[in-house]
């Protein structure tokens, strides 16, 4: 069984995702992070400038999505990517990796990598999956589909203070700025756009607090499992 919670940078889907799985039992499927690694090892261990990151090369993605050496797990509650065997979760929430993710998502060949990589992890769990296009692309058929959204106001203020907590610095002004240069491009890619699934039920969260949209959604899902 698979509920998908899609929408754009910074509305909490993740966060959300996460809480909801807890609530229920399942398996949370942060998809963004495996985004995320898959394009830090690229320039880390490969080498990769953002213009190679357009198109990562075929051997390449084979090489890492190939046996275990890049592994997503969900362990004590909390999403973990692995690469040859060590946690690099924790390397992967900066703006440098969010732009490089940014950049190679939008590659029809990465993106058909860890959508196999994504629907294996959905044959095997019942799953709470977040993400861009987990509803409309990744599990069209998911018992339960949420499109989770907010002002541009809020999701920058959000990002900012996510970016502060890593030590890094912007104005809400530079922040906006970043958020909607994302979501432009998010929504605007060629292969498997940022699209609200036409059966999604839409969450506006822009004045609610994390308990409330959880317990939206988590009522919305339980009428529909019903």
């Known amino acids: 069984m698979v509920i998908t919670i899609d929408g754009p940078v910074a509305s909490g889907k993740s966060t959300i995702a996460?809480?909801?799985?807890?609530?229920?039992?399942?398996?949370?499927?942060?998809?963004?992070?495996?985004?995320?690694?898959?394009?830090?090892?690229?320039?880390?261990?490969?080498?990769?400038?953002?213009?190679?990151?357009?198109?990562?090369?075929?051997?390449?993605?084979?090489?890492?999505?190939?046996?275990n050496r890049f592994e997503y797990r969900y362990e004590d509650g909390e999403p973990q990517i692995y690469f040859e065997g060590?946690?690099?979760?924790?390397?992967?929430?900066?703006?440098e990796v969010d732009n490089w993710s940014s950049i190679s998502s939008a590659d029809p060949a990465v993106r058909h990598a860890v959508l196999e990589r994504q629907v294996s992890i959905g044959k095997l769990y019942n799953v709470v999956a977040d993400g861009r296009d987990t509803g409309s692309v990744v599990f069209p058929d998911a018992v339960c589909k949420i499109f989770l959204t907010a002002s541009l106001e809020v999701r920058a203020a959000r990002w900012q203070r996510d970016q502060e907590r890593l030590g890094k610095l912007f104005s809400?002004?530079?922040?906006?700025?970043i958020?909607?240069?994302?979501?432009?491009?998010?929504?605007?890619?060629?292969h498997s756009p940022l699209v609200q699934a036409v059966d999604a039920y839409v969450v506006d969260n822009t004045t609610l607090s994390r308990?409330?949209?959880?317990?939206i959604i988590k009522a919305h899902v339980l009428k529909a499992l019903s």
């Open 86 to 95: 060590k946690a690099i979760t924790g390397l992967l929430k900066t703006r």
């Open 18 to 67: 996460r809480l909801l799985a807890q609530e229920l039992g399942f398996y949370y499927l942060y998809t963004g992070l495996l985004y995320r690694g898959l394009a830090a090892i690229l320039v880390t261990h490969y080498g990769y400038n953002e213009t190679q990151l357009k198109h990562p090369r075929k051997e390449d993605l084979d090489a890492l999505l190939t046996g």
């Open 179 to 190: 958020v909607a240069e994302r979501d432009e491009r998010d929504r605007t890619r060629s």
């Open 172 to 177: 809400l002004d530079e922040s906006m700025q």
């Open 211 to 215: 308990e409330e949209t959880v317990s």
